[in-house]
């Protein structure tokens, strides 16, 4: 049985990508999903303690980032982080940090943000996916 | 329950990631799958009037970018508007622009190709997805 | 109903994203999934005898290879290509390599390594990917 779950794995170090995950993650809250954000690869340093509001485009798009950034403000959306804290204050939303990826980067717990829930491997995701109705990678 | 309905997140504003949209609905259509594509950020821009036709490869495979085309005429496929006009005229393709993308890179509804058929947030998009068999984001 | 499966489609060309299918694989097969894995366009092109284990970092990454490489050999991962033969070993991994991505790149089945068991269109994918509890495209 699936239930009112979607499962992501937040692979993306870059902006455009975050934002997709937050705004995706936003909607489905609104709409009563549990959200579960496993964060590997470039994804994973996202999460390292300042990290996520530095984060820009792809090389293919990098003209494009100072003007992207300041139209984010204009339409008032939150910095990356704060979007993401104010979806964690719902209750709904675990965020998961890739175990083999802080290892092969040698990343420790202190370096990652306090709203990690889980430190752990892909097995724990799929346990997650195969009970949730969406899970993608992004 | 979940329906033969496959929901897609156009991310991608590249000719090789929508090829694989185009030849991956046009193989679920012809299974009777129900398609849903939701184009958003760099995908969003493909909608724009005239522009579908003219993406082309990611700068890291640019080089491949002419050799490929030119093999796609010896395939016959058509060009990427009319695959998609062709899934269309099935009657099991609907096609959604993410209106915040659309604010956030100041497009406007006339800007876009008739093709499209709503207009809308993520809630949309998941909607169709929690219904879906298959939901990916491409 | 959805079965006990996960179906992959491993569109990217890169060491970061096929070491993301390889890892996801191994703890899938190791609670028992079927795994499933459809390789397409640049994902295709690591099927080619010789090319999975020379696959690097794109360019945005390129600086971090040598790096991540000598890393991988700390932990002792096995080499790509090495992990995958010992997943086909378990008896619960498919191998699909997509024929028009074959046609468009002029590969050949002589090309590719002797692990792969179907060459098949989207369709194929797709008749697996509707009965599988988790699907994505890496």
Same mark, same amino acid.
């Given at each position: ?19 997709? @995950? ?13 959200? &579960? ?20 485009? =792809? /090389?293919?798009?990098? &003209? ?13 959306? =939150?910095? =990356? ?32 943000? =306090?709203? @990690? ?10 346990? @997650?996916?195969?009970? /949730? ?6």
């Amino acid at each position: 049985m699936t239930n009112k779950k979607m499962a992501l794995i937040v692979y993306s170090g870059t902006i455009d990508k975050l934002l997709s @995950v937050l705004i995706l993650s936003s909607a489905a809250i609104s709409m009563d999903f549990e959200v &579960h954000m496993y964060f590997t690869f470039w994804g994973l340093t996202l999460l390292k303690k300042g990290e996520m509001d530095k984060s820009g485009l =792809p /090389s293919d798009y990098k &003209h494009l980032e100072n003007q992207l950034k300041e139209k984010l403000k204009q339409m008032k959306y =939150p910095a =990356p982080y704060e979007m993401l804290r104010r979806l964690k204050e719902s209750g709904k939303l675990k965020i998961y940090a890739c175990t083999p990826t802080m290892e092969m980067f040698g990343i420790t717990k202190n370096d990652l943000i =306090p709203e @990690v829930d889980t430190f752990a491997g892909a097995a724990t995701f799929l346990d @997650v996916a195969e009970d /949730s109705k969406i899970s993608m990678m992004i």
